[in-house]
């Protein structure tokens, strides 16, 4: 199973990113998607994260409000929507899957598979 993540970039104080992960490879479900992040100097952590049928979603205190979370199963991608930037979400964002989850979890470990992560700088 590869996890492709794409749409970071430079942005300033107060805009928006979306970013985009596609599955792809032998994966079949049920798999919960999840986003986390790694800022320099920082342990990674958890972001933002979406149960097998997207109706469940949960999202670290950080971003609430702030950021969304949605799949679409059909085409087998996640996307975090990203408003109202700060400087302190500034980081390389990773996508990743926990295989056989109907739920989904915060927690790192349980994740089985991981993109390549994908820079967002917010400038102040």
């Known amino acids: 199973v590869q996890l492709q993540a794409s749409g970071g970039g430079l942005v300033q104080a107060g805009g928006s990113l979306r970013l985009s992960c596609a599955a792809s490879g032998r994966i079949f479900g049920p798999y919960a998607l999840g986003w986390f992040r790694q800022a320099p100097g920082k342990e990674r952590e958890f972001v933002a994260g979406?149960?097998?049928?997207?109706?469940?979603?949960y999202y670290a205190d950080s971003v609430k409000g702030r950021f969304t979370i949605s799949r679409d199963n059909a085409k087998n991608t996640v996307a975090l929507q990203m408003n109202s930037l700060k400087p302190e979400d500034t980081a390389v964002y990773y996508c990743?899957?926990?295989?056989?989850?109907?739920?989904?979890?915060?927690?790192?470990?349980?994740?089985?598979?991981w993109g390549q992560g994908t820079l967002v700088t917010v400038s102040s």
């Open positions: 990743a899957a926990e295989s056989g989850s109907w739920s989904g979890t915060s927690l790192l470990r349980q994740y089985d598979y």
């Open positions: 979406v149960s097998w049928s997207g109706m469940s979603t």
